[in-house]
């Protein structure tokens, strides 16, 4: 499984729905989800600042976090964003790798 931060930003109707509905059932809804894409919820957090919701998952992939982001996007409430996480392993095997690359104007 791969880990995923979801960032999500609510619109008026996000924020009308977690006035009616509150913080608690809008984390089932998001832990139903989650498995029904084979996944697990690992956190959610409410924020004040940029963002008004942080959520970390493991999913079987990119597709999976794609199709998330995607329907939670266009059911109109919030608007997303993905990060990938690695895990220092992943970074470990990643800094292994030979790469060949030439900086800009070098």
Same mark, same amino acid.
């Not at 409410?46 to 999976?64: C, H, K, S």
């Given at each position: 499984?791969? %880990?995923? *931060?979801?960032?999500? %930003?609510?619109?008026?109707?996000?924020?009308?729905? *977690?006035?009616?509905?509150?913080? &608690? /059932? #809008?984390?089932?809804?998001?832990?139903?989800?989650?498995?029904? *894409?084979?996944?697990?919820? @690992? !956190?959610?957090?409410?924020?004040?600042? =940029?963002?008004?919701?942080?959520?970390?998952?493991?999913?079987?992939? +990119? /597709?999976?976090?794609?199709?998330?982001?995607?329907? /939670? !996007?266009?059911?109109?409430?919030?608007? /997303?964003? &993905?990060?990938? *996480?690695? &895990? +220092? @392993?992943?970074?470990? =095997?990643? $800094? #292994?790798? %030979?790469? =060949?690359?030439?900086?800009?104007? $070098?």
């Amino acid at each position: 499984m791969a %880990k995923y *931060l979801f960032r999500a %930003k609510l619109t008026v109707d996000g924020l009308k729905g *977690l006035l009616k509905d509150g913080g &608690t /059932t #809008r984390r089932e809804v998001v832990e139903r989800m989650v498995q029904s *894409l084979g996944g697990r919820l @690992e !956190s959610m957090y409410w924020a004040l600042g =940029e963002e008004d919701v942080y959520v970390t998952a493991d999913l079987p992939g +990119n /597709t999976a976090a794609a199709a998330m982001g995607l329907v /939670t !996007s266009a059911a109109g409430g919030a608007r /997303t964003s &993905t990060v990938v *996480l690695l &895990t +220092n @392993e992943e970074i470990d =095997e990643a $800094v #292994r790798q %030979k790469v =060949e690359y030439r900086a800009p104007g $070098v």
